[in-house]
């Protein structure tokens, strides 16, 4: 076993790992995990290895440093009689006998490094210098601009979500006249204070940018920050997305989290302003779980987690669809790993061309598979409708 933990230590001190399987395990007992993998991963600007464990009906996840990797390593070997470690200079396999005989066999490599050093050195945008005074009033930083541990999961967050603002930058700039933004459920405003302060304080735009939201109290906190700041141009309204007429001309309307169907609403809204971008991270997928019924989807269906997770989908792929089916150029990101929020799609749209036939026919076939009347088909009523004839 010595050169197991010898091959392990060098593994590791060499930071070659790129991913290891352990299988083959002594005794079989169904309650119990079946296969460990292992893998390098970057949370909370640190590198941890982490142990998936497969059991029959779930899988169950550990980070552990590099010293408690090792020994926890050694102990899962008295358990399995095979491994193998994937790293970027070779492949091992290593093969334990029923008497604890070793034998390690050295293979080129076959697995491609995966880029843990970029993830490492990554910058967010906010962090050049996080005495910023919004994320000090936020209460996201601390005095000596230090971010918050409790509030680290936003603070990733939202600069996700000025990343991909930094994206399609060349779609929203205008040769003139003002950026018109809009935060739908914007809550406690964390995104929307740091949109203004990235495009307004940072890049000099000339931008008005309102956050709605439901909640009153919320609201007036988050306008007594924007004048205190001196934010001009940052304005905070109480009102429900559905029927919001404050304006009349949007370029952008971004969402984070907001419930349900409240995306569906912000979706229609920003439909109805032809506004030229829509950045949208939905949340809680309800309305669809209700209504999504096939024969043959019913070994999905029948699991409760299963049918959550389809009609999350279902619901995500039926507003890309229709967004496409108005004109949008759509796309589906991955908005922050599943490490740190379940809720990690983002959907991108930016208004192009018309749409194909195709993507029309597409989306009625789904809909008449999955046995189902959307909200945001309804919302838009008429303006969809004509273009499914
Ligand atoms: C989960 S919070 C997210 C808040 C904020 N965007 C963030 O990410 O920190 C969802 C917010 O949406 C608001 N909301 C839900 N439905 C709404 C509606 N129909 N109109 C306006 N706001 C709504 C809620 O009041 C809540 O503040």
Redesign the pocket.
Known sequence: MDKIHELIEKILKEKALIYCVLSNIRKKDTEKYHKVTIRPVILKEKMVYQFTYYYQKKVLHENLKEEEMVKKVMLLFEQFKQGQFFTDKADYQILISKKFKVKILKKPPTKKPTNLEHNRRKRYILSDDLSKPFLLRLGVVNEEGKVLAKKYD?FRQINRFLEMVEDIMPQLKKKDGRLNIID?????S??TFALYHYLVELFKLDVKIIG????EDVIKHCNEIAKDLGYADLKFMI????HFTGVDKVDMVVT????DT?TD?ALTKAIEWDAKVILSVP?CQHELLGQIHNDIMKPILKHGILKERMSAIVTDSIRANILEIMGYQTQILEFIDMEHTPKNLLIRAVKANKASREVVEEYKRMKEFWGIDPYFERALGERLSKKLK
């Open positions: 936003k739908f459920g914007c809550g406690k964390y995104l709605l939201d439901l909640k009102g429900d997305i559905q984070l989290h907001a419930c409240a609403a949340c």
